[in-house]
């Protein structure tokens, strides 16, 4: 069965500090893959998206960044954090039309 | 571009009881899907149900089921024999299959779950 990872799980970083989040996927083979961002009590905001290795396409022109090394690594960066940043970051997946979330990342930029 | 709206903030249902929850989309592309998902506390988004657009049969999943109207773009879904663990926030979603799988989001729908 397919799982998803993400890592780590709450991080509070300064502002103008770089940043990283890591996701991989295990259990499938050339999957989509997908950042997002939430807002407090809000819907989801889809960030970046890879259809391959080295595959990225920006919904949102902001100072975050995204890259695909490998087949089932998907990883978030930014070079300077800003206080807007602060947010839960949520990875998924896909292989057809359904999406599979992992558990999340809570960015608190302070 | 699609649109997704979820027009209520908050219900609430007693436990054992039947709710619905409102969707309604907006998409130019013949081909695409819907989803329901929830967010528990735990903030972990679970897929509940999915629906093909090009299918006129109801998606129904256990207790979860959906209401699809393709001619008026809306996309209920109803709980029936509401559980405590049913609360949560739902979300409704909508992907073209022409878009990568991207899927637009409502803004949730927050359900609680009276014993």
């Known amino acids: 069965s397919q799982t998803i990872h993400q890592w780590p799980a709450t991080l509070v970083q300064p502002v103008g500090s770089p940043l990283s989040l890591e996701c991989t996927v295990e259990?499938?083979?050339?999957?989509?893959l997908y950042w997002y961002r939430q807002a407090a009590g809000r819907g989801l905001q889809l960030l970046f998206y890879?259809?391959?290795?080295?595959?990225i396409s920006s919904e949102v022109p902001q100072n975050l960044s995204a890259s695909r090394p490998q087949d089932r690594q998907f990883i978030l960066s930014s070079k300077k954090l800003l206080l807007s940043d602060s947010g839960f970051y949520l990875c998924?997946?896909?292989?057809?039309?359904?999406?599979?979330f992992g558990p999340g990342t809570r960015l608190t930029v302070l | 571009a699609q649109t997704v709206t979820q027009s209520q903030p908050e219900m609430s249902v007693q436990e054992a009881e039947t709710v619905t929850l409102s969707c309604t989309y907006d998409t130019s592309e013949s081909d695409y899907y819907l989803f329901w998902y929830k967010q528990p506390p735990s903030r972990q988004m679970i897929l509940v149900i999915r629906q093909e657009a090009y299918k006129q049969q109801n998606a129904t999943e256990n207790r979860f089921s959906v209401n699809f109207q393709k001619a008026a773009k809306s996309f209920s879904l109803k709980i029936s024999d509401s559980q405590l663990g049913d609360a949560a926030m739902y979300f409704c979603a909508s992907g073209e299959e022409t878009s990568g799988s991207r899927l637009t989001f409502g803004e949730g729908t927050q359900l609680t779950v009276n014993p």
């Open positions: 259990g499938t083979s050339n999957p989509n």
């Open positions: 890879s259809v391959g290795i080295g595959q």
């Open positions: 998924a997946w896909s292989v057809g039309d359904s999406q599979y």
